[in-house]
Every structure is written in structure tokens, then in C-alpha cells.
RNA sequence: GACCCUAUCGUCCAGUGGCCUAGGACAUCGCCCUUUCACGGCGAGAACACGGGUUCGAAUCCCGUUAGGGUCGCCA
């Protein structure tokens, strides 16, 4: 019944003569709470990518209506989500514009105007020292972007109650500074979460009795938990927050976010933003809501961790290796341990572990490893004949440069021959030796990297160590 | 309860009446590569919620049921 009265989605909006002349204005109005939430963090991208798609503005208004919310903290968290993100905005908090202020809890004297204005116009009534804006008891039709054209009968009195605008205090409600500031503001088009569809008729009423023009509207689907749960702010990966502390690589959750609700249509997923800003469609938004996946999200991450330059992966790596207390020197030391592990990292979190070994000769041993490998029988002849092999190896070629992976190999291989075992009877040993435990890149490349003085030494310690404690 | 939105593999997406014995990706499982862990390659299992229509033909259109979500605040 309702497909029935929808119009076609695709093109209906870029088409519509009033917006060829006219810029395009999207806004993120999101209410201070302490943290961003990734449904409100997805709802700013698409708000972005429409404006960066057709080259109009992004503008940021805080809603902080309620004063109790409105502390430094939860702007702080709003201002570095969206940085984070790259989602920069062309007019609001920290940058201006012509349009400010851009937090509500500035605009009274505005708000007030329009008061004047819904008064003069016999709109408005009290109640309890409540203001009330008398509906106009009509038919509401929505046409929306993604959802189609829904029209919304308001005329029962008893089932859409008069809403109230302005507490006894004061201190406005939502839907009308939201109109007000929206009308103010120009915005052409308002992209925001599904929850707000079924009170988009009341905001259509008041942008009547305004005589205002209203916004185009496209609602968004909301985001649920993977089993279909409501998403609250302890869930996991709920909060910005959470990815920025948790190692992940910002362009990475923003690809995720895009593909939540939106897709190019051709299977494309790993895609520069300048890709998709160029695609970008809202009329290729889902109508279905998403639920939240952490593990594709971490995938990609992954994705774009391989793929990442190899100076920006180092970049991104640094704050992290301080963090964990690693000592690197200079980020020209990482980045060829960075080419060796770099293919294990699933979040820039997850590089102390495979890289603190190349940083201090002072590493624990694996005692499982050292129980498992070292502890067999003639390992640490093998470890002692490869070091012998290496010394020999390292004087023959001293400062020839032939230190390398390929060299290491052959020689470590000869070694395996001479004393008729297998390979890996040699490469085990030798791997706990060199780094502490069983687990860690292409042995040779390691040793190639550590070099000639440090793997000697190590294999020593290990053989000092090991046959004391034996 | 009323009103609104939604319904394809476990999850994200493709599919807009015939190209569908339903395609891709994540995850899972198997094999290959390999000194380990990964990466990578190959392969497998896995879905059109249900019931009625319309039509020569339906995942695709219509109706209903069921399920999920949203709104009905002097929250935003």
C-alpha cells in the first residue's frame, strides 16, 4: 500500500529545478552525550559525502538545548571523532561561518523571533507554562530520498497530540529550534537517522506555519548490534572512541562505514574516499538497517594496513611503539622490521608485539617454545654449529655486504645437510635464538635485518642460557 | 496499543519480471604455498521469512501473516 504511492528514488532529488541554482547545505546536528556514536559518526559521512559530492557545504551545529549535557568534554569528543575521520566541516564550532552561532544554546534571541512569528500567526498556545504549537490537523506527506513519498494523517487530535516547543524554564524543544535553525541555516537537504522519519511530519508543519520551504530529507537506517540488538554505548565498537584507542587505521573505519547502508553497486569495497565521493548517491541508500560487523571491519583494516605506503604505516605505527615503551630511536629504524611483520598486524595496536624484539637485546624466551624446540635433543648442537657457520659466514664476507636472507639460507641449508637432519631442525632453533619465540617472520629476512653482531650475540646468550638452565 | 520503516547466506552488500541451478565480501571449514605465524591462491558448506495472488514466467509487483526496528516526551 505504501510502495504504491512512492516515487521512483533514483534521480528524483538532483533533478528537481530549485536545487540548480542552489547550493547545497547538509548539517551533522548532533547533541553533546561525551562520546560520538558510530550511527551518528556514519550519519556526518553521508552528510559529507553528499556535500564533497556535489560540492556544497558541510556545516556542524551543536544541540545543546539541554544544559546539563553541555560540558568542554562532550564537544571534545564530537570535534575529535569527526577529525579523526576526516570529516572536516566548512562551517560550525572552532571554524565560524555566516550562519552562526553554531551552538543552539547561543541562538535565543533567534529562536525567539520565531516565536513572535508562530504567535502572530495563531499557532501557538500555553499550557502549564508550556508552549504548544496547535498542529494543522492535515495530511503530512514526507517525500523522502531513501524511503519514498509516505504520507502521514495528523488530523486525530488524540493519536498526534499538539507538540509542546518550549518548557515552563524557557528551554526549547528539539523539533523547533531543529526547524528554526535549519531554515536559518538553508539547509537544502537533511540526512539524518531513520528515528527521526516518523517525526518529520511535525517538522513539516512547523516549516508550514513558518511558510518556510522545507529541506529534502533522506532517513538513514539505523545501526543494530551483529545479532540484531539495539547498539548502546557499551557495545562493542559503538563509540569512535573505541577505534581511535584500539588501533585502527581511521581511513580504514571510515571505507567500513561507508559500505554500511551504501554500495557502488559493483562489488567494490576497498576504495579511496575520493572514489567514493565521486559515486556517492543517496538514492543508493538502503532501506533495510545494518547490523555491525567488527570482524569485516577489522578485515579491512588489515587491508589497509597491507596497502598502506610504507612511511605512512610507520607514521601511523610510532605513537604506539612509545606507547608500549619501545625504544626505535628513529622511524628510519622501523620501516624495514615494518616490511617484515607488517602483513600480521590487524590493527596498528597489535605492532609492539611482533616488533619489540628488533629494539632490545634484553627479550624474554618463550618458555613453551624454548620446552618445545630447544629442549629436543641436539638443538642446541644445531644452534651452536649454525653460529659457528655464521661467524665463519660473516668473516669470509666481513664487510662485503653479504649479511643477506639468500646467503643465510644457503648456509643455514648446508648446515641442515652436513648434519643429516631436516630444515626446520635448524630454522627453529635458530628463530628462538635470535628473537625469543616461535612465531615471527621469514626467519632469514629477521636475521638479515637484526644483523651480523646482534644474531651472533643472541645465539650466544641463548647457548649460555639455555645450557646452564639444562 | 496506534502509526511508520524494513525483511536475500551467521554478517555486509549485488539482484529493480526471464541472463538466478541467486553473485561478491567478511567469518567458518578443507587443500595448496611455507621453517613458524601470517599474507596469498584454490575450493566447500551457507540465503530469497511464511501464505495467498498478478503473470506464459517472481527474489524481484500486489495483499495478508509473522518477525525486527522506529515514533507517539515539557530527550535529542
Given at each position: ?32 552525550t ?11 559521512l ?17 544541540e ?37 552561532p ?20 495563531g499557532?501557538?498556545y ?12 492535515k495530511?503530512?506527506?514526507?517525500d523522502?530520498?531513501v524511503?519514498?513519498?509516505i ?17 515552563p ?52 537506517p ?22 581511535i584507542e ?6 580504514a ?13 559493483d ?27 567488527l570482524?569485516k571491519?577489522?578485515w ?7 596497502q ?64 618445545k624446540?630447544l ?19 660473516a668473516a669470509?664476507?666481513?664487510?662485503l ?45 629477521t ?5 651480523r ?6 645465539f ?11
Open positions: 500500500m505504501r510502495r504504491a504511492h512512492r516515487l521512483p528514488r533514483a534521480g528524483t532529488f538532483p533533478t528537481l529545478p530549485r536545487l540548480m541554482s542552489e547550493q547545497v547545505r547538509v548539517r551533522f546536528a548532533p547533541s553533546p561525551g562520546y560520538l556514536h558510530v550511527g551518528g559518526a556514519r550519519t556526518a553521508f552528510n559529507w559525502l553528499y556535500a564533497r559530492h556535489t560540492g556544497g557545504k558541510f556545516i556542524l551545529r551543536i545543546d538545548t539541554d544544559a546539563a549535557r553541555n560540558t568542554e568534554a562532550a564537544m571534545q569528543a564530537i570535534y575529535d571523532g569527526l577529525r579523526w575521520l576526516g570529516l572536516d566541516w566548512d562551517e560550525g564550532p572552532l571554524v565560524g561561518g555566516d550562519f552562526g553554531y551552538f543552539q544554546s547561543q541562538r535565543n534571541a533567534i529562536y525567539e523571533s520565531y516565536i513572535a512569528k508562530l504567535r502572530a500567526g499557532h501557538l500555553e499550557d502549564g507554562g508550556a508552549l504548544r504549537f496547535r498542529s494543522l490537523r495530511v503530512q506527506t514526507v523522502d530520498m524511503c519514498g513519498k504520507p502521514f494523517d495528523l488530523s486525530n487530535a488524540e493519536t498526534h497530540p499538539d507538540m509542546t516547543i518550549r518548557r524554564d524557557g528551554s526549547w524543544i528539539f523539533h523547533f529550534v531543529n526547524v528554526v535553525d535549519d531554515i536559518e541555516m538553508k539547509i537544502t537537504h537533511v540526512i539524518r537517522g531513520e528515528d527521526h522519519l516518523s517525526n518529520t511530519p511535525k517538522h513539516l508543519e512547523l516549516f508550514e506555519a513558518l511558510g518556510a520551504t522545507p529541506p529534502r530529507y533522506a532517513h538513514i539505523l545501526i543494530m548490534n551483529k545479532d540484531g540488538t539495539k547498539m548502546s554505548k557499551r557495545d562493542q565498537g559503538a563509540a569512535v572512541g573505541g577505534y584500539g588501533g585502527y587505521v581511521p581511513e573505519v571510515r571505507n567500513f562505514l561507508c559500505l554500511l547502508g551504501w554500495s557502488p553497486k562489488d567494490r569495497e576497498i576504495m579511496p574516499i575520493s572514489e567514493v565521493v565521486e559515486r556517492f548517491d543517496p538514492a543508493n541508500i538502503n532501506r533495510k538497517a545494518a547490523h555491525f560487523d570482524e571491519c577489522d579491512i583494516n588489515q587491508q589497509y594496513i597491507l598502506m605506503p610504507l612511511e605512512k604505516l610507520a607514521e601511523q605505527v610510532e605513537p604506539w611503539l612509545t606507547k608500549a615503551g619501545i625504544n626505535f630511536d628513529t622511524r628510519a629504524n622501523i620501516l624495514p622490521v615494518l616490511t617484515l611483520v607488517r602483513e600480521r598486524l590487524k590493527k596498528l595496536s597489535d605492532a609492539p608485539a611482533w616488533m619489540d624484539y628488533f629494539f632490545t637485546e634484553d627479550f624474554p624466551f618463550d618458555a613453551e617454545a624454548v620446552a624446540v629442549a629436543k635433543p641436539g638443538a642446541l648442537d644445531h644452534l651452536r654449529a649454525l653460529a659457528a657457520a655464521y661467524a665463519g659466514l669470509a664476507y666481513a664487510g655486504g653479504k649479511w643477506t636472507a639468500a646467503a643465510l639460507e644457503t648456509s643455514l641449508k648446508s648446515q641442515a645437510t652436513l648434519a643429516g637432519v631436516k630444515v626446520g631442525e635448524f630454522v627453529h632453533p635458530a628463530r628462538i635464538g635470535a628473537t625469543g619465540r616461535s612465531v615471527g617472520a621469514s626467519l632469514y629476512h636475521l638479515e635485518v637484526l644483523g653482531e646482534r644474531v651472533l650475540a643472541r650466544d646468550r641463548a647457548l649460555a642460557k639455555l645450557s646452564a638452565t639444562k
